[in-house]
C-alpha cells in the first residue's frame, strides 16, 4: 500500500506541462539516436546532459529527461535492425536475426509493431520489478561472486550454437573469434597490455560500437559496391512493405514469449556485470530452445523478433535496480546515468530510497510516462519508418556510410577509431562470403573480456583452486543449465537434420 | 521555477562575466574540458561539475563543452593533446592521481608530465580501506596482520587494475606496516569501485580498497566499516568517525587529487586566467557543497604549487613501482 501511495507522489512529480514536455523531447531523440547506428543510449544520454545542465533543470526533470533518452534508444535500436539489418546498438543486434528476414519477406510493418508492443511489454514489467523488488532484487545481486558469473557467461557462449548459424562450426568460429579479438588492450589483472603493438588507441581495447558498426553497416555497403551493377539497384522496388500491424494471431502466438523474455531481460539487467545485450541474448536462445519446434527461428519468426526486444526493453529496466539501490551501474548507460546523480549531488546507494524518496518515485512515475508515450509514438510512425525500404539502395547506401563515418567520429573524436571500423568492414565482408555470422563475433567481444576477468578473479580469490567454479549451489545451478543447453541440441541434431539440410540451401546468409 | 533559475542564471552570467572581463582580461570563447575516459567515470565528473558550478559562478560565459576522449586509461588524451592541440587557449584537461601513476608508470608512451602546463587541484579523495560490518576484522593493524602471516587468506578488491591507484593505495599501506613482499599481498581488480564494493558485500572478498566518495553510501547504510582512512588527520564531518591509518600507527597516506592540465602552449595570460578562475570556483560556498556532498577533502594548490606537488606525486609512485616490479 506503501508503495502505491508513494508511486502516486510519484505521478504529482511527473505530471507536470515541462516534465511531460521533457519525457516527448527525450523519448523522440531517444528513438532517433536509438535508430542511427553508432549512436546508441549511453551517447544518446551523454550527448543531452550539457543540454539538461544549460536549461537549469533540477534532479527530477534531468532524470525524467534522460531516462527518456534511455527508453527512447532501447526502442530505437531495433529500427535499423529490422529494416537494414544494422544494428543501432548492441542490445538491438539479436534482433536482426529475425527482424530483418521478416522484413524481406514483406512483414516490415509488422515486424516494426510487434517488435514496439514487445519493447513495451518488457520495459513495462521491468519498472514493476523496479518498483516491487528493488531491495530484494539486490540481494540476488549480492549472490553473484566472479565464480558464478564466470558461469553465466559460460552459459552464454555454451547456448550459442545454433542461434545465429545452421552451421555450428561456422558459429563456433565466429565466437572464438570474437573472443580473440575480446584480448586487445590492457589486461587488468596484471596490468599488462596484450596485442596493442605499443599503439596507446589499442590499451582500452576495440570499442564494440565501432565494431559493431563496421562489421555490420560497412559490408553492407561493401556487399552494395560489389553488386552494383547487378540486382542490388534494381531490388529496391520489388519489396512489399505489407500490413503495418500485426494480426491478433499474432500477438496472441508470441505472448507468452514476451513474458518469458521479460523475466530474463529484467534478472540479466538486474546483475551489474551482465547487461542488457546478455539480457536480449539469453532471451532469444531460451526462447529458441523452448518453442522452435520447426527451425523457422532465424527466417524470420515473429517470436524470434518479440524475444530480443522484450528482454532488452525488459533489462533497461533492471540495470535501474543495482543503479539506484547499489550506486553500482549495471550497464554503460546507467553509468552515465550515475554520474549525473551524483553531479546533481545525489548519492545512489542503499539509502537513495529514504533520503530522496521524491527523486526515486518521480523518476519511476516518468519512466511509466515515457514508456507510454514511446509506445504511441512508435506504432503509428511504423508508417513513416517503412519508407525507409523504398529509398533506392543507391541513395540510401552512401547515407549508411556517411552516417556510420560521421556517429563514430562524433563519439570518439578520433580518425583511428575510423580506421578500425573499416578493418572490421572488411572483415565483415570476408566474412558474409563465408557464410560466416556476425553475432556471435560481436558477443564474442562484448562478453569474452567479463568472462575473462571474473575467471581469473575467482581463481586468485581462492589461491588457484579450480573446484571453486563449482562451489555455490547457484554456480552449480548455472553449469547444469549450460551443459544441457550444450548437449540437447547435439542429441536432438539428428532428429531435425533432414530439416536443417533443407534450410540450409536457402537460409545461412541471414546474418 | 524553471523560468525563475534560468532568468537568475543569466542574471548572473552577465552580471559576473562584466566583472570578470575587467578583472582578468581572458575569458575563454569556447570553453572545452575533455574527460580523458568515456561518460560515467571520475574524469567525466570531474569535467562536468566543474563546467556546470564555473557556469553557475558566471566565471565562464559559455557552457563548458566535455568532449569525452577515452583510450589508453587517458593516454589518448595526452598524446592528442600534446600533437594536435598544443597551443588551444581554451582547452582544460580532468585528471587525477591515476594520471600521475600512468606517467610515472610510462604507461603513455612517448609522453612525460613535462609537456604539458599543470593548472590547480579541485580537492583530494582520501583512499579507506574498509571489511564488511560483520568482518571479524577490527582495524588496519589487525588486517595487516593476517596479510602478513597469511596473504593467501585476504582478498583485497578495488576498482582499478593491478598497478592503479587502487592497488598502489592497499601497497604502501602494507609496505608502512613492514610487510616486505608486498608482492604477496591479494588484489583482485575490478571494473569500477561501485563493483568491488559490492563483492565486498558478496562476501567474495575480505577487503576493499577504494575512495571517500565509493565507500560512501554503504557506510551510511551499515553495510561496511572502514578501518583506516589513508588521510594525514581525520576528515571533517560525517566522516570524522573514521580513524586514519596513522592514528593506528601505519603512517600511509594516499590521497587521489583531482585537478586539471592544460596544453603546454598555452599563453601565460590563458594559463593564469584559467588557474584564476579554478582558484575562485574552489573558494565559492557552491563548490564547498559540491565537495562535501561527494567526501573530497581541502587540497588547494594552484599553478607552480600544484605543478611541484604533480611532479612529488609523480617520483613517489615511480619508487613505488619499481619496488613491486611493476616497471623495472
Known amino acids: 500500500m506503501d508503495t502505491l501511495s508513494n508511486l502516486a507522489d510519484g505521478f504529482v512529480i511527473a505530471l507536470t506541462w515541462q516534465n511531460i514536455g521533457l519525457a516527448l523531447l527525450g523519448c ?63 542490445p538491438a543486434m539479436m534482433t536482426c536475426l529475425d527482424g530483418y528476414p521478416m522484413a524481406k519477406k514483406g512483414m516490415a510493418g509488422e515486424a516494426l509493431s510487434l517488435s514496439g508492443i514487445s519493447s513495451f511489454v518488457g520495459a513495462f514489467f521491468a519498472t514493476w520489478g523496479l518498483i516491487l523488488l ?18 553465466l557467461f559460460a552459459l552464454a557462449f555454451m547456448t550459442l550454437g545454433g542461434v545465429s548459424s545452421l552451421n555450428q562450426a561456422k558459429s563456433a568460429f565466429a565466437a572464438a573469434l570474437g573472443l580473440g579479438l575480446a584480448m ?20 582500452d581495447g576495440l570499442d564494440f560500437l565501432v565494431a559493431i558498426v563496421g562489421l555490420f553497416a560497412l559490408s553492407e555497403v561493401f556487399i552494395f559496391l560489389e553488386n552494383r551493377h547487378g540486382e542490388a539497384s534494381g531490388k529496391g522496388k520489388s519489396i512489399v512493405i505489407g ?15 514476451m513474458l518469458r523474455s521479460s523475466f530474463v531481460g529484467f534478472l540479466a539487467g538486474v546483475l551489474p556485470g551482465a547487461g542488457a545485450s546478455l539480457g536480449s541474448f539469453l532471451a532469444y536462445s531460451l526462447e529458441k530452445r523452448l518453442v522452435d519446434k520447426d527451425g523457422t527461428f532465424g527466417k524470420g519468426d515473429p517470436r524470434g523478433v518479440a524475444a530480443p526486444e522484450a528482454g532488452n526493453n525488459a ?80 541513395v540510401l547506401m552512401p547515407i549508411v556510410a556517411m552516417v556510420s563515418f560521421v556517429g563514430i567520429y562524433g563519439i570518439s573524436g578520433s580518425s583511428f577509431d575510423l580506421l578500425v571500423m573499416i578493418g572490421f568492414g572488411i572483415l565483415g565482408w570476408v566474412l558474409r562470403k563465408f557464410d560466416i555470422p556476425l553475432v556471435p563475433i560481436i558477443l564474442g567481444t562484448l562478453l569474452g573480456n567479463a568472462m575473462e576477468n571474473n575467471l581469473r578473479r575467482a581463481i586468485t580469490i581462492d589461491n588457484g583452486d579450480w573446484w571453486t567454479l563449482i562451489d555455490s549451489p547457484l554456480s552449480i545451478g548455472l553449469w547444469i543449465v549450460a551443459v544441457i543447453g550444450f548437449i540437447l541440441p547435439v542429441i536432438f541434431a539428428r532428429k531435425v537434420k533432414s530439416g536443417m539440410q533443407r534450410a540450409d540451401a536457402e537460409g545461412s546468409t541471414k546474418d | 521555477m524553471f523560468n525563475v533559475t534560468r532568468l537568475t542564471l543569466a542574471a548572473m552570467i552577465v552580471g559576473a562575466s562584466a566583472l570578470t572581463v575587467t578583472a582578468q582580461g581572458f575569458t575563454p570563447e569556447n570553453p572545452e574540458c575533455i574527460a580523458p575516459a568515456n561518460p560515467g567515470g571520475g574524469w567525466d565528473f570531474t569535467c562536468r561539475q566543474v563546467g556546470k558550478t564555473m557556469q553557475d559562478q558566471g566565471l565562464i560565459e559559455k557552457t563548458m563543452q566535455v568532449v569525452n576522449l577515452a583510450g589508453g586509461g587517458g593516454g589518448v588524451a595526452f598524446a592528442q593533446v600534446v600533437n594536435k592541440r598544443n597551443d588551444d587557449n581554451d582547452l582544460i584537461i580532468a585528471a587525477s592521481a591515476a594520471t600521475s601513476t600512468r606517467l610515472a608508470q610510462g604507461a603513455y608512451p612517448g609522453n612525460n608530465m613535462n609537456e604539458v602546463r599543470w593548472l590547480a587541484s579541485i580537492g583530494a579523495d582520501y583512499g579507506v580501506i574498509a571489511v564488511a560490518a560483520d568482518s571479524e576484522i577490527a582495524d588496519l593493524p589487525g588486517l595487516l596482520d593476517v596479510m602478513k602471516n597469511d596473504p593467501t587468506s585476504i582478498s583485497v ?117 584559467w588557474v584564476e578562475k579554478i582558484a575562485a570556483l574552489y573558494a565559492s560556498d557552491e563548490w564547498k557543497e559540491v565537495m562535501a556532498a561527494n567526501g573530497m577533502a581541502p587540497l588547494d594548490l594552484q599553478g607552480a604549487a600544484f605543478e611541484e606537488f604533480v611532479a612529488a606525486s609523480v617520483a613517489k609512485i615511480e619508487t613505488i613501482s619499481r619496488e613491486i616490479g611493476i616497471i623495472q
Open chain 2, 157 to 273: 578488491a578495488g576498482g582499478s587494475a593491478v598497478g592503479g591507484w587502487d592497488h598502489l593505495k592497499v601497497l604502501i599501506a602494507a609496505s608502512a606496516y613492514g610487510i616486505e613482499d608486498v608482492r604477496s599481498v591479494k588484489y583482485i581488480a575490478f571494473d569500477g569501485g561501485g563493483e568491488a564494493v559490492t563483492q565486498l558485500l558478496a562476501g567474495s572478498v575480505q577487503a576493499f580498497t577504494g575512495d571517500v566518495s565509493e565507500a560512501k553510501g554503504f557506510v551510511e547504510s551499515g553495510d561496511i566499516r572502514v578501518i583506516a582512512v589513508l588521510a594525514p588527520e581525520r576528515l571533517d564531518g560525517e566522516f570524522a568517525d573514521f580513524p586514519t591509518a596513522r592514528e593506528q600507527g601505519v603512517d600511509a597516506i594516499g590521497a587521489n587529487w583531482r585537478g586539471f592540465y592544460a596544453p603546454g602552449g598555452m599563453s601565460d595570460e590563458a594559463y593564469a586566467g
Open chain 1, 134 to 151: 528493488a531491495p530484494q532484487l539486490v540481494k540476488i545481486a549480492l549472490l553473484f561472486g566472479p565464480a558464478e558469473y564466470f558461469a
Open chain 1, 315 to 394: 533489462a533497461a529496466g533492471g540495470a535501474l535496480v543495482p543503479m539506484l539501490a547499489l550506486g553500482v551501474p549495471g550497464s554503460g548507460t546507467t553509468a552515465v546515468l550515475l554520474a549525473v546523480l551524483l553531479s546533481l549531488n545525489i548519492t545512489p546507494g542503499p539509502l537513495l530510497f529514504s533520503n530522496n524518496p521524491d527523486v526515486v518515485w518521480g523518476l519511476i512515475a516518468a519512466l511509466f510516462i515515457a514508456n507510454f508515450m514511446l509506445l504511441a509514438l512508435n506504432i503509428p510512425m511504423v508508417g513513416i519508418f517503412t519508407r525507409l525500404l523504398l529509398v533506392p539502395p543507391r
Open chain 1, 184 to 203: 586487445i588492450g590492457v589486461d587488468s589483472q596484471t596490468g599488462v597490455p596484450r596485442f596493442t603493438f605499443g599503439e596507446v588507441h589499442l590499451y
Open chain 1, 28 to 90: 523522440f531523440l531517444g528513438t532517433v539516436m536509438g535508430a542511427l547506428p553508432g549512436l546508441g543510449p549511453s551517447n544518446g544520454v551523454a550527448i543531452l546532459i550539457p543540454l539538461a545542465f544549460t536549461l537549469g533543470l533540477g534532479a527530477t526533470p534531468s532524470l525524467i529527461l534522460l531516462t527518456s533518452v534511455y527508453y527512447g534508444a532501447m526502442y530505437g535500436g531495433r529500427i535499423s535492425s529490422i529494416l537494414l539489418n544494422i544494428p543501432g546498438d548492441e
Open chain 1, 243 to 257: 500490413r503495418l500491424t500485426p494480426p491478433m494471431s499474432m500477438l496472441k502466438a508470441c505472448t507468452p514469449t
